[in-house]
């Protein structure tokens, strides 16, 4: 009998771990506050988007008219949700990963093409913008936790720069920060058809762009810090120098950044270290902003790169966000899929993981701090600062908490986190 019972219990508890696979819905126990889902169900749509007229950077000739075609790009959009009687949340996503081997299933709490929810007006819009390579499924976990609390997210699959579609660099280094604007004015056209299910239910005129790696490298552009003319010229741009439409020299550049986007969080932006900004450019951003990095990041530099893009804006409301010893790979990527697991072929398994952090923990970390920053930016709710109006190195603050959870003078810990848990973190505030 014991035996049977024994045998009961471990099915019961492999099929509970079976279930708990590639989960992008999790929280740790040590997560910090704002982590948490919140109060809203959430849906989930793919939609297709095309710009009819972009620029062909990879069939573009040097001292040659520049060729034009139709750049589809595909987003998965989440967003509050009204569930019918029937619908329960959950649902599965089947991504590409790093290694062109592996195929992915990802499971989350929104419900596939559920109705959106009309009731409280519209929210506001979030853009979220991979890195080279990636997908709309690497910040999935952000996509649906900030759903949850009121916003309506856009994830862009960007053409030449997926898993699947990977071309010469040159492509993205142009079309990173033009997606993002494409996409920002496709989001805004389809809420004003009176049918579509975005009408009533997404505020674009209340927009915060969310980007990693390249996808930072757009966002900082487009929250106003025009490329330099030595990025303009970077042996790997595209030709005839395409890219002076986004540089800060170019006097057409200031008015052609869009007064939708009011915040931005650039995750390990790309750039700063291969002289795409100057102190010119820099100082053109004027929106807050959230930077996070990691201290060892050897992609996009740390002192010479993320933090000298910070140091940098000097005109914005800005923070950094820093995971000390982290690489590349800090805050944004979902955790390493299973289905690496027990392989002999690793290839990419490092686009998910990091030598000296937790995944989960980093993910629900900057969960807690975009929350935080969009609410507060976005929704104007100002008791939010409090969780960004902290002492600058964690590992410093004094926890120091009455057992009726009263906080004593001396307390200095980060609001939101428990005892301990904000060791290995910095965030800077100018």
Do not use: C
């Amino acid at each position: 009998m014991r035996t049977l019972i024994a045998s009961l219990l471990m099915t019961i508890i492999s099929a509970t771990l079976h279930a708990q696979t590639n989960r992008i819905d999790l929280i740790r126990p040590d997560a910090p506050e704002l982590a948490r889902f919140g109060a809203y169900d959430i849906g989930v749509r793919t939609l297709e988007v095309t710009d009819v007229d972009r620029p062909d950077v990879l069939n573009m000739r040097r001292d040659e008219e520049t060729p034009l075609y139709q750049r589809s790009l595909t987003l998965e959009i989440w967003y509050p949700a009204q569930l019918a009687a029937d619908q329960t949340p959950g649902t599965e996503y089947q991504t590409p990963t790093r290694n062109s081997a592996v195929t992915a299933t990802l499971h989350g709490r929104a419900v596939r093409d559920a109705d959106a929810l009309q009731d409280p007006g519209a929210f506001p819009l979030i853009i979220i913008s991979h890195g080279y390579p990636g997908n709309r499924y690497l910040l999935s976990h952000l996509g649906e936790n900030l759903a949850s609390k009121g916003y309506v997210v856009v994830s862009i699959d960007h053409r030449d720069s997926t898993y699947e579609d990977q071309q010469n660099i040159n492509s993205t280094l142009y079309n990173r920060a033009m997606d993002q604007r494409f996409v920002l004015d496709a989001i805004a056209g389809l809420a004003d058809v009176s049918d579509h299910f975005l009408h009533g239910v997404v505020d674009s005129d209340n927009t915060a762009l969310i980007g990693y790696s390249m996808g930072g490298y757009g966002a900082v552009n487009n929250l106003g810090a025009g490329y330099s003319d030595a990025g303009v010229g970077f042996i790997a741009a595209p030709p005839n120098g395409l890219l002076n439409e986004l540089a800060a020299s170019n006097p057409d550049f200031a008015g052609s950044i869009d007064p939708r986007i009011k915040a931005g969080i650039p995750i390990a932006p790309w750039g700063m270290n291969t002289g795409f900004w100057d102190a010119d450019g820099l100082a053109g951003i004027t929106v807050p902003t959230l930077f996070v990095a990691g201290d060892a990041d050897t992609t996009s530099g740390y002192e010479n790169g993320i933090k000298a893009v910070y140091d940098g804006a000097v005109n914005s409301d800005r923070y950094l966000l820093v995971f000390k010893n982290a690489g590349h790979s800090a805050a944004a990527p979902i955790p390493l899929p299973v289905e690496f697991l027990d392989r002999e072929d690793t290839t990419g398994a490092g686009h998910y993981t990091d030598p000296v952090w937790d995944t989960l923990r980093m993910n629900n970390i900057l969960q807690h701090f975009a929350t935080a920053f969009l609410d507060l930016h976005l929704k104007g709710d100002a008791d939010k600062a409090t969780y960004l109006d902290v002492i600058e190195d964690g590992a410093e603050g004094v926890h120091a908490i009455n057992p009726n959870g009263e906080a004593r003078p001396e307390h200095t810990y980060w609001k939101g986190f428990g005892q301990g848990s904000a060791v290995g973190l910095k965030l800077y505030r100018n």
